[in-house]
């Protein structure tokens, strides 16, 4: 019903930014946009950990360990999410997976999946 596209990730340096993008587009049909995403990531040998929400009311929350870096920002126009990182430390490498909640339809439907996961990586 709904394919993911991520995209924006790379190699960047210590202090760098990256802004990452998560596109939601219907296969089958159009979507009305949004509702709500979470952003997860994936070190190598590490769980996967929440690291931004933004709830259906835009509230947006993050993890401690990227509070005042990482902003989340919707482009309802586009159908598209946006992490914006900026400072970025080494310890932020991982996979990056975008979790969003989909209005399909007027009557409130809705599609939750996962996009594809993309690489950030943080070195000198």
């Known amino acids: 019903q709904v394919q993911l596209v991520e995209s924006g990730g790379g190699l960047v340096q210590p202090g760098g930014s990256l802004r990452l993008s998560c596109a939601a587009s219907?296969?089958?049909?159009?979507?009305?946009?949004?509702?709500?995403i979470d952003w997860f990531r994936q070190a190598p040998g590490k769980q996967r950990e929440l690291v931004a929400v933004?709830?259906?009311?835009?509230?947006?929350n993050y993890a401690d360990s990227v509070k005042g870096r990482f902003t989340i920002y919707t482009d309802n126009a586009k159908n598209t999410v946006y992490l914006q990182m900026d400072s970025l430390k080494p310890d932020d490498t991982a996979v990056y997976y975008c979790?969003?909640?989909?209005?399909?339809?007027?009557?409130?439907?809705?599609?939750?999946?996962w996009g594809q996961g993309i690489q950030v990586t943080v070195s000198p």
């Open positions: 979790n969003p909640e989909v209005l399909l339809d007027h009557y409130g439907t809705t599609w939750t999946g």
């Open positions: 933004s709830t259906r009311d835009g509230t947006t």
């Open positions: 219907g296969t089958s049909g159009s979507i009305l946009g949004i509702n709500a």
